[in-house]
Nanobody, 124 residues
Framework: VQLQASGGGLVQTGGSLRLSCVVSGRTFSDLTMGWFRQAPGKEREFVAGISRSGRNTLYRDSVKGRFTISRDNAKNTMYLQMNSLEPEDTAVYYC??????????????????WGQGTEVTVSS
């Protein structure tokens, strides 16, 4: 299974970005998906997750109301729309796939496959 994340970049505070993650090598609708991020010197943390059908989503508290996770199973692609970005959102963002569980996990060790990461920098 391969995951290819893209869409990162440099943006000012209050700006927006949309991340994409294209998945190949597995039936996409069999995968629960998630976005994680890792800032310099910090642990990788859960940002958002989405169920196999896309009907259920889960967010960390600090991004609720600003970020929206979605997926298009016909295109094997997951998205993260990020609005009202803050300097604290600066990190490398990773997409991840979980093939074992139906529920959305916040735990990084429960995800089986990872993308290479895309860097998001929010300037103040």
């Amino acid at each position: 299974v391969q995951l290819q994340a893209s869409g990162g970049g440099l943006v000012q505070t209050g700006g927006s970005l949309r991340l994409s993650c294209v998945v190949s090598g597995r039936t996409f609708s069999d995968l629960t998906m998630g976005w994680f991020r890792q800032a310099p010197g910090k642990e990788r943390e859960f940002v958002a997750g989405i169920s196999r059908s896309g009907r259920n989503t889960l967010y960390r508290d600090s991004v609720k109301g600003r970020f929206t996770i979605s997926r298009d199973n016909a295109k094997n692609t997951m998205y993260l729309q990020m609005n009202s970005l803050e300097p604290e959102d600066t990190a490398v963002y990773y997409c991840a796939a979980d093939e074992r569980q139906y529920g959305i996990s916040r735990l990084k060790y429960e995800y089986d496959y990872w993308g290479q990461g895309t860097e998001v920098t929010v300037s103040s």
